[in-house]
């Protein structure tokens, strides 16, 4: 039978990669950032994630990205989760596996081993003394870890996509367990949002509180955040779940009570979120000498913020974003391809942007459209030359849809 696109779904993937762009566009300009930026040589190695410091500034991307932090990952380990069941169907478990390998493993390696430290070169520039190539090159081998930069993710969704295809091929009861488990909430997004955050809770918190919500771990190129591994595979086997049950029935049905209400979902974010603010500042200061109640009541807002910003976004598009758009479309097809490639755009055009008279908001356009367009139009020629590779990793484009 033809594959039909769920086009809500199919515009969300397209939303999700414009702010994972947009996302690391704005980094520079944020007012918390030091005045200078980050030594190459010197622990903790900030510049990992903020490769470029400008002089110039603007509060309103600290709230933006400190939004995003919250829910934009679990968003999409959720939503790789969601397209993985149809896939699994279709494939098996050891097709499955061996194309998550082309799509996800290998380019995994692409992005660490190549073109993570071309982006990085433009962060060392910043502070060497010798800004050559072949220094640059001797000072990254010297590093105690490899720096992916944003793929990260991919290697912990090849982990995930492996448990998955595991768990199929030898404990296929369990995953159908899940799906019953999510049909049974059919369209009760309250009772949904109410088990997700508690979930949350349990795989956030006695992680968040043995270590802290900021610190990342590397071994070799592989690098994750102490607090949240257990949250991102409950979002990824959550998402898992509801596309195992289906969406032309369940919570993710366009015209379900999650798209109907919509603005309380936006409401319930926004308040979330500045509740988890209001509480992570009183931590700031630094969280091991912060009080214990400061420190869990910070730990505690966070799940809430997650599921509500999730769950938000998931409305908004149900509600809104219905209707196929050829610009959508293109975004959607070429997600992983943007996901993969916009990185080495975005610090090279902060770099190049360092001395040039404008504003934070007008660097931050710049950025933004440019490693968009840049990106966008690699992915676009990567994906005519051999669209099997450069697809997205949740299915063949979006043609793995839930059913």
């Known amino acids: 039978m033809p594959h039909r696109v769920n086009v809500p779904l199919s515009n969300l993937r397209a939303v999700v990669i414009v702010i994972v762009v947009a996302f690391h566009s704005v980094l520079p300009y944020l007012a918390s950032q030091p005045p200078q930026p ?10 990992v994630a903020f490769p470029i410091i400008d002089h110039e500034r603007w509060f309103g991307f600290d709230l933006f990205c400190a939004w995003q932090d919250v829910s934009l990952m679990s968003l999409m380990f959720f939503l790789a989760g969601l397209f993985a069941p149809a896939s ?35 962060s060392y520039r910043l502070t060497a003394a010798a800004p050559s190539l ?32 595991a768990l199929r091929a030898l404990a296929p009861q369990s995953l159908t367990r899940l799906g019953r488990l999510a049909g049974s909430l059919k369209d009760r997004p309250l009772a949904f949002f109410m088990g997700l955050t508690a979930l949350s809770i349990l795989a956030y918190v006695p992680l968040v509180m043995a270590f802290n919500p900021w ?37 993710l049905r366009g015209d379900g009570q999650l798209a109907k209400h ?6 319930a974010a926004v308040a979330s979120f500045a509740l988890w603010g209001v509480l992570t500042s009183l931590t700031l200061k630094g969280w091991d000498n912060s009080p214990l109640a400061y420190r869990l009541a910070a730990a505690f807002a966070y799940p809430l913020a997650c599921a509500s ?50 504003d934070a908001l007008a660097k931050a356009a710049i950025v933004l459209c440019g490693a968009l367009a840049l990106s966008w139009g ?8 051999n669209p099997r590779h450069f697809g997205t990793p949740g299915g063949r484009a979006m043609a793995d849809q839930p059913r």
């Open 38 to 47: 980050f030594a190459f040589d010197v622990p903790p190695y900030r510049w």
């Open 88 to 122: 699994l169907d279709r494939k098996g478990s050891r097709v499955y596996l061996r194309e998550r390998w082309w799509r996800i493993g290998l380019p995994f390696l692409l992005a660490a081993g190549v073109l993570s430290p071309l982006a990085y070169y433009a």
């Open 134 to 165: 072949s220094a640059f090159w001797e000072h990254w081998r010297a590093l105690p870890m490899w720096p992916a930069g944003p793929a990260w993710f991919l290697w912990q969704l090849f982990l995930l996509s492996t448990l998955a295809a």
């Open 215 to 251: 610190d990342w771990t590397s071994w070799g190129p592989f690098s994750f955040q102490l607090s949240r591994p257990l949250l991102y595979l409950l979002y990824f086997f959550v998402g898992y779940a509801i596309g195992a049950a289906g969406t032309q029935h369940g919570l």
């Open 262 to 267: 919509w603005c309380a979902w936006l409401v």
């Open 309 to 358: 910003g999730v769950l938000c976004m998931l409305a908004i598009c149900l509600k809104l974003m219905r209707t196929q758009h050829r610009v959508l479309d293109s975004l959607s097809r070429n997600a992983y391809g943007i996901y993969l490639l916009h990185y080495v755009f975005v610090v090279w055009l902060q770099y190049a942007l360092l001395t040039i008279p404008f």
């Open 378 to 385: 690699a992915s676009s020629g990567l994906t005519a030359f």
